[in-house]
C-alpha cells in the first residue's frame, strides 16, 4: 500500500487469527477469516496499511496481569488441558502465544497512530474486556485493553485515555480494574444483566473512590434497537466531548448486532459504523484524532464481517474527510 493518504492500519494474520477455542465454542478461530474475506469482498483490503501483531512481552503483560496468572497460562499453553475460568475459557496448546500475540498486535496498532504512521487502527480479534488481572473470564484470557492503557500511560505518558464499549456484554475486566482511576474515561453500552453475562455495569456503577461519579454505564434492555443505541450513543459523545481524552479505544463487538446467537439486542451494523466514525470526528476536534478499535465478540460471522468492515470503513471515510478539508484549507 503506497498511497501515502491512506492512514488506516489493519493488525491481522494468522499469529492472531489462532486464538480462538474448538468443540463447536462461539469463539472460534473461523472469526479473523470471516473478517478479512469480507474485507476483500468490499475491496477495503487494498486500501488500508497492514501489520502482523508481535507479542506482548511478559513485563507488559504484567502490568495489567498478576505473575503468577501468566504463569499458570503459559503452564496450561503446554498441555492444552483444562480450562482458564470456570467454564467459557478453554486452554488450548500454544494459548499463551496466541493471547499475547492479541495483547501485542492492540500494542502495535496503538504505538502505529502515536508514532504517525497510522492515524486510525482496527485489530479484529483484540477487545478481550473480561479477564481480570488474576483470571481468564468469558473466552478472554489477556485483557488487550487494560495492558494498551497502561502502555499508553507509560511509553506516552498520556494520562487521559477513554475506552468505549459497545459489546453486547460489559466491559467488567476494564471496568473494575480502573474502576479508582478518575483519568480512565469509561463509556460502555451493553445488554443488562437480567439475562446476560456477566450481570455487571449497572447505571449506579459511576466508578469508585476518587473516580466516583466518572464512569458511564448504560444497560440497555433485551431487544433494544438502534432507536435506543443512538439516544445512549449521544450520552456517550457529551461524556467524552466534557472529558477530552487524549487517546480513544473502542471496543466494537458485534455481538450487540440482531442475530447473534448468544445475546439479545437488536443492532443493525450501522451502529457500529455511527460510533466508528463519530469517535473519529470528536477525536480530531480535541486536536489529535487517534482512535484504535478492537473487534471484540460477535458470535454470528455475517453480523462480525459487516460490522467489523463497516468501522473500517468508516475509519476510511474519515481520513478522506480530513484530506478534502485539508485540501479545501490549501485553496
Ligand atoms: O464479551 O454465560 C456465561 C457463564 C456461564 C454459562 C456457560 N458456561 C459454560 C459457563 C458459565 C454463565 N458465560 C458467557 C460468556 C460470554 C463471553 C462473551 C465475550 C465477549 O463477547 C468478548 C469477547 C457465555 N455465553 C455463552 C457461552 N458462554 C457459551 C456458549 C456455548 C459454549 C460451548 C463452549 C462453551 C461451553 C459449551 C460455551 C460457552
Ligand atoms: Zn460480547
Redesign the pocket.
Known amino acids: 500500500m503506497n498511497d501515502p493518504t491512506c492512514r488506516v492500519l489493519l493488525v491481522s494474520g494468522d499469529e492472531i487469527a489462532r486464538y480462538g477455542f474448538g468443540d463447536g465454542h462461539p469463539f472460534g478461530t473461523d472469526r479473523h477469516e470471516a473478517f478479512m474475506r469480507e474485507l476483500h469482498k468490499r475491496g477495503m483490503d487494498g486500501r488500508v496499511l497492514r501489520a502482523s501483531a508481535r507479542p506482548a512481552t511478559r513485563e507488559e503483560l504484567e502490568w495489567f496481569h498478576l505473575a503468577a496468572y501468566v504463569d499458570l497460562v503459559r503452564e496450561r499453553s503446554v498441555t492444552g488441558h483444562g480450562y482458564l475460568d470456570a467454564g467459557d475459557t478453554p486452554a488450548f496448546r500454544g494459548v499463551y502465544e496466541a493471547a499475547s500475540h492479541v495483547v501485542g498486535g492492540t500494542l502495535t496498532a496503538v504505538e502505529a497512530v502515536m508514532a504517525g504512521t497510522a492515524r486510525r487502527a482496527f485489530i479484529p480479534i483484540g477487545g478481550l474486556h473480561h479477564a481480570a488481572p488474576e483470571r481468564a473470564a468469558g473466552f478472554c484470557v489477556f485483557n488487550d485493553c487494560g495492558v494498551a492503557v497502561h502502555y499508553l500511560r507509560r511509553k506516552h505518558q498520556l494520562k487521559r485515555i477513554a475506552y468505549v464499549d459497545i459489546?453486547?456484554?460489559h466491559g467488567d475486566g476494564v471496568f473494575y480494574a480502573f474502576e479508582d482511576d478518575p483519568d480512565l474515561l469509561f463509556a460502555d453500552l451493553h445488554e443488562d444483566g437480567r439475562y446476560l453475562y456477566p450481570g455487571t455495569g449497572r447505571a449506579e456503577e459511576t466508578g469508585a473512590g476518587p473516580a466516583r461519579g466518572t464512569k458511564l454505564n448504560i444497560p440497555l434492555a433485551p431487544g433494544a434497537e438502534d432507536d435506543e443505541f443512538h439516544l445512549a450513543w449521544a450520552r456517550v459523545e457529551e461524556y467524552l466531548l466534557a472529558g477530552k481524552p487524549e487517546f480513544i479505544l473502542l471496543q466494537c463487538?458485534a455481538?450487540s448486532l440482531a442475530g447473534d446467537p448468544i445475546?439479545h439486542l437488536r443492532f443493525t451494523e450501522a451502529a457500529h459504523a455511527h460510533a466508528a466514525a463519530r469517535l473519529c470526528v470528536i477525536a480530531d476536534e480535541l486536536g489529535h484524532g487517534r482512535v484504535v478499535g478492537m473487534g471484540?465478540?460477535g458470535y454470528n460471522r455475517q453480523n462480525l464481517a459487516r460490522a467489523w468492515t463497516g468501522v473500517v470503513g468508516a475509519f476510511l471515510d474519515s481520513q478522506a474527510q480530513q484530506g478534502s478539508v485539508g485540501e479545501i484549507a490549501a485553496r
Open positions: 459489546d453486547a456484554h463487538g455481538d445475546t471484540g465478540g
